[in-house]
């Protein structure tokens, strides 16, 4: 008996519980916080190729006014920047694409 009255192999037990359920919280949190920086990312891949896209669209809107207005300098200028947007769209699809195969083929993560 200790001074609790309970047996020492009772205290044992539940200090041995307690540091279990701590380790499990913190093991618990951990793994949330991977799993939102996991969504955050998803989305912020999905983001990425929606941003060059809109801007490759920008600029084939302003390649037309330029057309319109008869800039011949300014359509060079839009059609090379509507270029630059389509590639980086297409490169940053293609290159999230492998990622997100290559991690699922592996089971690292699920998406």
């Given at each position: 008996m200790n001074v609790c009255g309970l047996p020492v192999n009772c205290l044992a037990t539940h200090h041995a519980d307690i540091v279990y359920r701590v380790h499990w919280l913190c093991t618990k949190a951990l793994r949330?916080?991977?799993a939102e920086e996991l969504l955050l990312v998803q989305h912020e891949m999905d983001w990425t190729c929606t941003f060059f896209s809109h801007k490759e669209e920008e600029w084939i809107?302003?390649?037309t006014i330029s057309k319109?207005?008869?800039k011949e300098?300014?359509?060079a200028y839009a059609?090379?920047?509507?270029k630059i947007y389509q590639r980086l769209h297409a490169e940053a699809r293609c290159s999230f694409d492998q990622i997100r195969a290559s991690c699922c083929s592996e089971g690292?993560?699920?998406l």
């Open positions: 949330d916080c991977w809107g302003l390649q319109q207005e008869e300098g300014h359509v059609a090379r920047q509507s690292h993560i699920r």
